[in-house]
């Protein structure tokens, strides 16, 4: 054991002490290697006395890394179709979530009726209606909204600016109410629904939703703008639009359940 030690301790002393997986620029493009230096491509072989677990993170950290990487260069190829993408997985996905926990809820009730629809299965055409509202409207609407908003107001340095403050009152306070009836008549729309039903689903919900709203994408909206780059707010707003995605999945299905009741 003491020889393997020594070696070790002296193979590393040769290598010049430095670990031989190079630090992950997570939010920074994609860069040429004479633009960053003469940092050395990540090395895939493990050395001979690492173990089986380190060298397995150490693989999957490359892999994240390269995935990464090639997802930036697809985001400054092509922005909008690849936020669009982007955007219609993660709402679908979202919808997903929400049957799965209408479901589960539904289960828990001890009326027949309510186990009947827990156990009917996933709703193929709802999970598309997000999916193509996330693909058509919403990585759309935003990513033209934010060149507008940049354009107007030039994202600063400092995170804690005026400016910062001005875009969070204009994107909560102006844009969020519009895009909000938006949703709601985009998804109507798509459900077959007829003016007057959404009309009076937004009567119904609309002033409960935006409460709910400000309450999340106040905060969100603030770090979004105020630590995000530029190229990164609609992929960072999808993600917390997967959660609201959940919420606006269950409230607008909901009401479509209580209308077929009645």
């Not at 955007?87 to 539904?106: E, K, R, T, Y």
């Not at 009309?199 to 919900?205: A, I």
Request: hydrophobic share 50%; aromatic share 12%; with cysteine.
């Amino acid at each position: 054991m003491a020889p393997r030690l020594l070696a070790t301790g002296l193979l590393f002393l040769a290598a010049g002490g430095s670990s031989r997986y190079p630090r992950a620029d997570a939010f920074v493009s994609p860069r040429p290697a004479a633009a960053v230096g003469q940092r050395a491509p990540i090395d895939l072989q493990l050395p001979g006395n690492t173990s089986p677990r380190s060298g397995s993170s150490s693989l999957e950290l490359a892999g994240f890394e390269e995935a990464w990487s090639s997802y930036l260069s697809a985001l400054e190829a092509d922005p909008l179709l690849v936020k669009s993408i982007t955007a219609g997985v993660i709402l679908g996905a979202a919808d997903l979530s929400g049957q799965a926990i209408q479901q589960a809820l539904a289960s828990r009730d001890e009326s027949g009726g309510e186990v009947a629809t827990a156990s009917a299965g996933l709703d193929i055409a709802r999970f598309a209606r997000f999916a193509f509202f996330g693909f058509v409207l919403q990585a759309p609407w935003n990513h033209f909204y934010y060149l507008i908003l940049d354009g107007a107001l030039p994202p600063t340095d400092d995170p804690f600016t005026a400016t910062t403050g001005i875009k969070v009152v204009i994107d909560q306070f102006v844009q969020a109410p519009i895009f909000t009836v938006l949703i709601f008549g985009f998804l109507g729309f798509l459900e077959g629904k007829s003016t007057e039903e959404i009309k009076q689903q937004l009567d119904d919900d609309y002033v409960d939703t935006m409460l709910a709203n400000w309450k999340l994408w106040v905060p969100a909206t603030a770090v979004n703008i105020a630590f995000c780059p530029p190229i990164l707010r609609v992929l960072f707003l999808n993600v917390v639009f997967f959660f609201w995605s959940i919420f606006l999945s269950l409230k607008l299905n909901k009401a479509e359940e209580v209308a077929d009741e009645v």
